[in-house]
């Protein structure tokens, strides 16, 4: 074996449920990659909505360098100046009072849900369990979270599933109000699904939800992995749709490229997950901490935010521009910097040719299903970046043509 590690190795050593590409970046600074060959790529993915500051960002590699000179690593039998101050942070920054770290989505996504569970059982008694959730829907991939997400083809095949739970048609009302019931514990719900194909919920969706969980005392959990942390243009989506939840999950661009996951809720649920009723070795492990403090500090500044908004109207024109070119999509959807097209008729089903022809163009995309492409930039990518990428999707789109 040569020194040089090139992508048939990944056949060789990686479990395969991942197909990656044939470039291994290797280098990255603000929203441009390098690859081994020193080819330059734009940046319009952010990993998937993560590196929501782009790479190597300055407060980002001073938070990690700084507290990796300090202290790895504790575990939850003592707590840790990172976790403690973060967590005061995302209390003061949304609704919740209290906060749970794990180190994914998909893990505060399964805390949400078995406090859901467990505040039911608490209240209720074992008979109020069922948890609604929406086709199309992405929770991740633990086997309850899976099973709560609207795919079937990423839950089948695994044998028994866990059980009570019910999946409705997003943003249809009548559908959840035929179907809601005192037995219902928990609905969970992205706020506008991201790997669902870029579906933003309409308000009267989200205005119904909120009413039958607190007809039917369920608890409405929001997943915002994917919206949370200024995807969308404030700091947690909710805060644009009027509406409050009783959990929120966040993960993806919390850690800004560092794994962390949390679990925020209130003080009226948060005492039901008592001493010894869940746990994480890694929750809360003050690097992951310290540098997501550092994300939550550049995030939250309303520049930022506003940039945000600013940038999703460069995106959205220069695609409208490609649009009246090559006639490829049908809509623009989504919100903030979590953008997607869909493709028209002529172009059906090849989003994953565009994500290919654009990397061969130096620029990173994303789709959504076979048939949406999406961006998911850095919150702060220069406008400049911005310019060139869609110059480069623009000569990419044309190759297909
Ligand atoms: C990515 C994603 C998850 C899963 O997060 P992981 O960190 O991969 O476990 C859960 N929910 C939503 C909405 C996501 O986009």
Known sequence: MTNK???????????????????????????????????????????????????????????????????????????????????????????????????????????ALKLARRVAVDKFGADKSEIIAFKKGFHGRTFFTVTVGGQEAYSDGFGPKPGQVTHLEYNDVDALKAHFSDKTCAVMMEPLQGEGGIISSSPEFIKAVRELCDEHNALLIFDEVQTGNGRTGTFYAYEGLGITPDILTTAKSLGGGFPIGAMLTTDEFAPH????????????????????????????????????????????????????????????????????????????????DILVAAGQHGLMVLVAGTNVVRFTPSLIIPIEDIKEGLARLDKAIASLR
């Open 273 to 352: 997950m008592k001493v010894g009723t869940h746990g994480s070795t890694y929750g809360g492990n003050p690097l992951a901490c310290a540098v997501a403090e550092a994300v939550v500090d550049v995030v939250a500044q309303p520049e930022t935010l506003k940039g945000v908004k600013e940038r999703e109207a460069l995106i959205r024109e220069g695609l409208q521009q490609i649009d009246e070119k090559y006639d490829v999509f049908s809509e623009l959807r989504g919100q903030g910097l979590l953008l997607g097209a869909v493709l028209n008729d002529q172009w059906k089903d090849r989003a994953r």
């Open 5 to 111: 590690v090139e992508r048939s190795l990944f056949d060789d050593v990686m479990v395969p449920c991942y197909n990656p590409m044939s470039v291994i970046p290797v280098e990255g600074k603000g929203s441009r990659v390098w690859d081994q060959e020193g080819k330059e790529y734009v940046d319009f993915a952010g990993g998937i909505a993560v590196s929501c500051l782009g790479h190597c960002h300055e407060d980002l590699v001073n938070a990690v360098t700084t507290q990796a000179n300090k202290l790895w690593h504790l575990s939850n039998v003592m707590t840790n100046e990172p976790a403690l101050r973060l967590a005061k942070k995302l209390t003061d920054i949304s609704f919740a009072d209290k906060v749970f770290f794990a180190n994914s989505g998909a893990e505060a996504n399964e805390a």
